[in-house]
């Protein structure tokens, strides 16, 4: 029986992300690294369209989410969306500091690491 308080849940969904960055690592230069962008992301968003249609079956139902196989299926869902996430991230990481020359690259690299996260603190301040 799968324990579906929201630490372990969370823990679990976290683990996800260790196969992720170890394909990532391991196909970034065998698939390249836009072509792991698109399986990132995509693979990400298909994870997510299956992980809705699970959800609102389980709404529709009327049944808890700790019923019969439903937490696994949710949970495995959410690893996978995590995998796929881990490897599109470090893919667009890897793509964007590859994208200046070698002399200004950590500059570049970090201007685009500092504006990512000066927008993401601004957002929170802008939509509460």
Do not use: N
């Not at 969370?10 to 836009?34: C, E, N, V, W």
């Not at 996978?80 to 200046?100: A, K, M, N, P």
């Not at 685009?112 to 000066?118: K, M």
């Amino acid at each position: 029986h799968l324990q579906t308080d929201a630490f372990t849940l969370s823990f679990y969904h976290t683990l996800g992300q260790i196969p992720g960055m170890m394909l990532a690592s391991g196909l970034i230069d065998l698939a390249g690294r836009k072509r792991l962008v698109i399986i990132g992301f995509g693979g990400g968003s298909i994870a997510l369209m299956f992980l809705s249609s699970t959800a609102k079956s389980i709404h529709s139902t009327g049944k808890d989410i700790a019923d019969g196989m439903y937490s696994v299926v949710v949970l495995g869902l959410a690893c996978f969306y995590s995998i796929f996430l881990s490897i599109g991230w470090l893919s667009i990481e890897c793509l964007s500091t590859e994208s200046f020359p070698t002399r200004v690259r950590s500059t570049g690299r970090g201007v685009c690491v500092a504006s990512g996260r000066i927008a993401g603190f601004s957002v929170q301040f802008m939509y509460g």
